[in-house]
């Protein structure tokens, strides 16, 4: 934005300021890795990392879309961001399910 000459050049080639997304990816798949790994040296359910992941990535994904031009398929919503709500759903009901099994699990246990 400070160099005129490469402010002509955008000008004349028609480009648009757009947003470093591959940066911004990156930088929030190390903020869930920090996460997810925090939560896992808690007690858990087996699968509750799995589902965590999906559940932090659903949304971010669909932040990070709201940056990025692409088509739209379902309404407004591009399909990524369709699939981010996918993953939140998918990893809100996995969340349930694997805390289910492992109540299930613990007390099906012998004493």
Known sequence: GNDPNLTALARD???NPVHPTQFYSTFNSLLIMGILLTFLSLPHAPG???ALMLM???PT????EMLRVEPPVLGPMSLSMVLGIVLLAAGGI?????GFSETRFAAAQPA
């Open 94 to 98: 996995l969340w349930v399910v694997f």
């Open 61 to 64: 994904r669909f932040m990070l």
């Open 48 to 50: 509750r990392v799995f």
């Open 13 to 15: 080639e028609r480009s």
């Open 56 to 58: 932090l990535e659903g």
